[in-house]
């Protein structure tokens, strides 16, 4: 059974940085392509980042450049450093595999305020 634990989050003023992890339960190269997701208030869960078993990397538009996904097979963890925070990136913060499992997380929620 799959778990997914992310971490990490927490208040920032704009232009800061925090680094989210997310710890997934079991061989994390069973997981193939590794994503995070995040969900704003009111709004749908969008996806911002990929990483596959390789190292390959995508990013969403909206956080090229400043963002960073990362992942460490041991332990079996997917980090996401965050630089350059607008409060447009506030939301709750996913992990997940990519396309995602029907299962998520709790989620970690990143505040930027302006």
């Known amino acids: 059974q799959v778990q997914l634990v992310e971490s990490g989050g927490g208040l920032v003023q704009a232009g800061g940085s925090l680094r989210l992890s997310c710890a997934a339960s079991g061989s994390i190269f069973s997981f193939g392509t590794m994503g995070w997701y995040r969900q704003a208030p009111g709004k749908q869960r969008d996806f911002i980042a990929r990483?596959?078993?390789?190292?390959?990397?995508v990013y969403a538009d909206s956080v090229k450049g400043r963002f960073t996904i990362s992942r460490d097979n041991t332990p079996n963890t997917v980090y996401l450093q965050m630089n350059s925070l607008k409060p447009e990136d506030t939301a709750t913060y996913y992990c997940?595999?990519?396309?995602?499992?029907?299962?998520w997380g709790q989620g970690t929620q990143v505040t930027v305020s302006s």
């Open positions: 990483i596959t078993s390789s190292g390959l990397k």
């Open positions: 997940n595999k990519y396309p995602p499992l029907a299962t």
